[in-house]
């Protein structure tokens, strides 16, 4: 059975292929939901059988009805038509947990996707009348409601009611989903033991195996109880044989043991009293020492409160200042707006004020030009006064008086010129200004977007840094990576490009020619060890290639640009990501295109394209022919958000250059026109000077007469050709005005930024210093909190060793106790008896050779008792060979031995009934467990005959007793020329395994107990599976042209059939 696909389908209903009936209308498939199968069939149905499943917006179905047959039913499909679906569904409906599947561990999951919620319906057989099982589920809360017979109910209740039935969902010997096929393989033969006990087994084989383990746990239990207190019976036994002697001998030296003995009885005492007072002191020391590490406790409770206190203010603090920060750079825009216009409005009043100038300058050369004609004028009169006539001179004077208005009116067009010069030099150093402005500009967003590859990819930074100063190095252009060169067009679809061009290529060097690609590599990869990625461009460019379809015709689904369009790139790179990703014909769309996707991947046929926020992929299956598509959420942009358009950058720096060049141009144009207009003034004066010597010589009245009636001609003309100037200035003084006016506006607006921008700065820094000084005071809280916690540590530390110190000394008062209590031979709740405070205890059987000795005058110090036992040793060690302790110890081991052999024989009748029942329950278990094996292992291996292969199951046992070791052992041979090998996941092929599992799954069925039996993924050797009448065939069709579920008519469907058949001509 292959597996459901998860991609885009349309669910149609299953169609079951049974012998048709004689009334071809009893096999038309019903929607109505009926509580008991058909009469026809009830008959072959048992407790349990599955007769329905329903399913709505599960899985791959939108809604589906199977209703399967009494006896063998086979889903057959092509991949992806839901027919693991249709596993799930029975595993969730019959109170399955999601996570056995192997599928998922919420149940929200195996709803339909883009639905809020699913359910599964399960129908089964009962004698009594049909169970009806719904499981609503709903995806938002991840909760299941339940339903018995349309009655709200409990899980709890619904895993009754499917026990009781006998049906295990949990058990793979029952039920085995397609991705827990390899695990059947995997079972251990004991587990395999457990799962067939369970699962065909009588009910109590399983809890006779349990209890078998148990008894045999408490019998190796005793056992090993009995023998080892067998074993130190017998050596107890022989211990007393031996110091049988000695016990007799021992009286003969009792005058000196009875002082020793009592010597020894108190030397525990005073050993215990000693330590008893160090242990108090201990403790007292101890309790100090708690009370410190409380005190010091309670101390740093309300530092660490204080320290909570001011991390959130300090959040809350950086928060205040990134929002006061993103309000000053909003404000600082329009401030540099503001001040853009205002410098326009200046430039317009300098380009106003510059004209009246001009006016004014040529207004004051007309004068000036006119006052020197009437100098002229009055000069010719003058002479004519005075000189005599001179006819001769005239023609020199003419040559002289048309040089000198010559060289005037080059003077004037010289100056005329210098006036444009400068002007133009103005013009010119104002626009190299705003040039240079805009080139910082893009320099800084440049160095945003190096900063970003800097903090990510440092070996490309250098790697750029690196290149940047080689350029001379390679023949051709070589480009910076791309996401450095590409420049969009607006950020906010920044986010298509990085998710379709992957990291690798986008931090990518682009070069023209692969000799250059290898100086490059070389270079950074070889020889500095940088990690850097380089590609080629194509050598026929691909960037103005058209797209297969015109966006006009996808413009109706929401697209509105193909890639290609969303930024700018230098042409080889943009003709690399053509060639490579093929961004010439992925088109972008909107939210409108996602709420359309499926008419526009039926109909636009793209492979690739993107929503609103989506990425859409769209395949077509090599074996159905079908269109199956996917979609991932899009990332968030990380480094194309910011917009750097390096082309027009280049171009502001060709035009910077282009302005320092008419600069040098303008600047030497008005070097040379000084030194023309100098040189016209030297020679304007030297004619001036000849004119008068030549003037002083002509004395001819008449030609000065007619030279002053020719000036004073040329004097009307120029007093004619006047301007006012008045006028002039009023107008361009009425226009500055205004410009000033509108000036003034922008200024109050542009100071009124300044100050919310300088209340905004104040309040950051002010915010600033209050998150300096929280700061501050966290880092000294937290130092106070650093030394107070090392002096806790060293508190804590000196407390433990105290402590320690106490349960040592503690225990040692204990074990001193003991043997005090011990050698006295007190009970643990005895005090100390009056004789041992009084006098020696009597010795028994008579032996007391001495007075009594009062317990409280033996000495009191463990020096002066261990003095007095040395004395009384030694002269109790002339009875060579005797212990002192050989009477005591000879009745304890006798009390022992005693006490033993009744503890001995009570554990032996108890192991005697625990064998017992071990017999019983292992005849009720063993043989009707052998012989179930042996009729699993005779179905078995004749499946597997009947395929010319062999099989076999059997009972492995390591050990009879050991009941836990048990297990079934499969063994497969597929080819005659191997031997028989146990199943197990590494020995035999995947295809080998399922068949083993599946034909052990048959050899079970056919002694089955449980209703009914699952296994999915089992299509291997299918070829050899005979057609039977019981048989029921399910075939699952799925796909964009399969009928709606309410048109299906499988009787309609005969009817057509039956029609074809008859109207065929005769072969």
């Not at 679906?85 to 919420?106: H, N």
């Not at 030296?253 to 020894?264: A, G, N, S, Y």
């Not at 929503?611 to 480094?639: D, H, R």
Request: include cysteine.
């Amino acid at each position: 059975m292959a597996t459901s696909s998860g991609k885009t389908s349309t669910p149609t209903p299953l169609a079951s292929k049974r012998p048709l009936p004689k009334d071809p209308s009893s096999e038309v498939p019903s929607k109505k939901k009926s509580s008991a199968p058909p009469l026809s069939l009830s008959g072959h149905f048992v407790e349990g059988s599955i007769v329905r499943i329903a399913m709505e917006n599960f899985l791959t179905y939108d809604i589906c009805e199977v209703c399967p047959g009494p006896h063998l039913n086979m889903i057959i499909g092509a991949n992806g038509t839901g027919k693991s679906s249709i596993v799930c569904a029975i595993c969730l409906g019959l109170a399955g947990k999601p996570a056995f599947m192997g599928r998922a561990d919420k149940v929200g999951f195996f709803v339909k996707r883009g639905c809020s919620k699913g359910m599964v319906e399960i129908e089964l057989f009962r004698s009594s009348g049909n169970l009806v099982i719904t499981r609503e589920i709903d995806v938002a809360k991840n909760q299941s409601f339940w339903f018995i017979n349309k009655k709200s109910t409990t899980q709890k209740v619904v895993e009754e009611q499917v026990a009781a039935l006998n049906i295990q969902v949990g058990n793979l010997c029952q039920f085995l989903p397609q991705d827990k096929v390899g695990e059947f393989a995997k079972l251990s033969k004991i587990e395999l033991l457990e799962a067939t006990e369970k699962s065909i087994g009588p009910p109590e084989m399983h809890r006779y195996h349990c209890e078998l383990k148990n008894f045999r746990e408490k019998e190796k239990q005793l056992e090993t109880s009995c023998k080892e207190k067998t074993e130190y019976l017998e050596k107890m036994v022989q211990r007393n044989e031996r110091y049988k002697q000695d016990v007799e001998r021992f009286y003969e030296r009792k005058r000196h043991l009875d002082l020793i003995e009592m010597l020894e009885a108190k030397r525990p005492w005073v050993e215990y009293e000693n330590v008893r007072q160090e242990y108090e002191e201990v403790k007292l020391a101890r309790d100090r020492v708690k009370d410190e590490v409380r005190k010091l406790k309670d101390g740093q409770i309300p530092i660490t409160r204080r320290i909570e206190e001011i991390e959130m203010q300090r959040h809350n603090l950086e928060a205040q200042i990134k929002a006061k920060a993103t309000d000053i750079k909003e404000t600082s825009q329009k401030c540099k707006q503001k001040q853009d216009v205002i410098e326009r409005k200046d430039k317009h009043i300098e380009e106003l004020q510059q004209a009246l100038i001009v006016k004014q300058n040529a207004e004051l050369d007309r004068q000036r030009r006119i006052s020197n004609t009437r100098k002229m004028i009055e000069d010719l009169q003058n002479e004519l006064r005075t000189t005599e006539n001179c006819v001769n001179l005239q023609p020199q004077i003419d040559d002289i008086t048309n040089d000198l208005r010559r060289v005037q009116d080059e003077k004037e067009s010289c100056e005329s010129e210098i006036i444009d010069k400068l002007k133009e030099r103005e013009t010119l150093e104002k626009e190299k200004k705003s040039v240079n402005d805009q080139i910082v500009q893009f320099d800084n967003l440049m160095n945003q977007k190096e900063d970003k590859l800097r903090q990510r990819y440092r070996d490309t930074y250098d790697a750029v840094l690196w290149l940047r100063n080689n350029r001379d190095k390679f023949k051709q252009r070589v480009y910076e990576p791309i996401m450095l060169t590409i420049n969009m067009k607006d950020n906010k679809n920044a986010k298509y490009v990085e998710n379709h061009i992957p990291p690798n290529d986008l931090r990518a060097f682009v070069f023209e020619s692969q000799e250059d690609m290898e100086v490059f590599l070389k270079e950074v990869r070889d020889n500095k060890k940088l990690r850097v990625n380089a590609v080629i461009a194509p050598r026929s460019s691909y960037a103005d290639r058209a797209p297969s379809r015109s966006l006009n015709e996808l413009k109706q689904y929401g697209f509105f640009s193909y890639l290609r369009e969303l930024f700018d790139a230098p042409a080889p790179v943009m003709s690399y990501l053509c060639s490579q990703y093929h961004i010439h014909e992925v088109p972008v769309g909107t939210e409108r295109t996602r709420e359309r996707i499926e008419r526009v991947i039926q109909e636009t046929r793209l492979k690739q394209m993107y929503t609103a926020e989506e990425k859409y992929v769209v395949k077509t299956s090599f074996y159905s022919n079908k269109v199956i598509s996917s979609n991932t959420s899009l990332k968030v942009a990380q480094f194309l958000t910011v917009t750097v358009d390096l082309e027009q950058r280049r171009h502001l720096e060709e035009h910077l250059k282009e302005i320092n060049r008419k600069l040098q141009a303008v600047e030497s144009g008005l070097i040379a026109l000084r030194e023309k207009n100098k040189h016209l003034e030297h020679k304007d004066n030297e004619l001036r000077q000849r004119k008068k010597e030549l003037l002083e010589r002509k004395n001819k009245k008449r030609q000065l007469e007619q030279k002053i009636s020719s000036k004073l001609g040329s004097l009307k003309l120029m007093e004619q050709d006047t301007c006012n100037l008045e006028e002039e200035e009023r107008k361009a003084n009425t226009k500055i005005k205004e410009i000033n006016v509108q000036k003034a506006k922008l200024v109050t607006e542009l100071t009124n930024l300044i100050k919310i921008c300088t209340s905004l700065h104040i309040q950051k820094v002010d915010l600033i210093l209050q998150n300096t000084t929280v700061i501050s005071e966290k880092n000294k809280l937290e130092s106070d909190y650093m030394a107070a916690s090392s002096q806790l540590r060293v508190k804590e530390q000196h407390f433990i060793e105290l402590d320690e110190n106490r349960q040592r000394l503690l225990q040692k008062c204990k074990e001193l106790m003991r043997r005090a209590r011990q050698v006295c031979n007190l009970g643990a709740e005895q005090t100390v008896p009056q004789e041992y405070q009084t006098q020696v205890p009597n010795i028994p059987n008579g032996h007391n050779s001495s007075p009594p000795m009062a317990f409280q005058d033996l000495p009191n110090t463990l020096d002066e008792i261990d003095a007095l036992l040395t004395e009384e040793r030694s002269r109790a060690s002339c009875f060579t060979g005797l212990n002192p302790t050989v009477v005591e110890e000879y009745t304890k081991r006798e009390e022992e031995i005693e006490q033993l052999t009744e503890e001995l024989k009570i554990k032996k009748v108890e192991l005697d009934k625990y064998r017992e029942s071990i017999s019983q329950v292992k005849e009720r278990w063993l043989n009707p467990l052998k012989e179930l094996v042996e009729k699993i292992n005779e179905k078995f291996s004749n499946f597997f005959s009947s395929m010319q292969c062999a099989g076999e199951v059997d009972l492995h046992i390591e050990n009879e007793e050991d009941y836990d070791k048990y297990g079934i052992r499969i063994r497969v041979k597929f080819r005659s020329s191997t031997q028989l090998h146990e199943l197990t996941p590494h020995h035999q092929s995947g295809g080998e395994r399922s068949v083993s599992t599946m034909l052990y799954l048959m050899a079970l069925q056919e002694l089955n107990r449980c209703p009914f039996r699952v296994v999915d993924e089992i299509n291997q050797l299918l070829q050899n599976l005979p057609y039977s009448e019981k048989m029921t065939v399910l075939f699952v069709y799925n796909g964009p042209h399969m009928l709606e579920p309410n048109r299906w008519n499988l009787k309609a469907f005969q009817r057509r059939r039956r029609r074809i058949t008859f109207t065929q001509p005769s072969q």
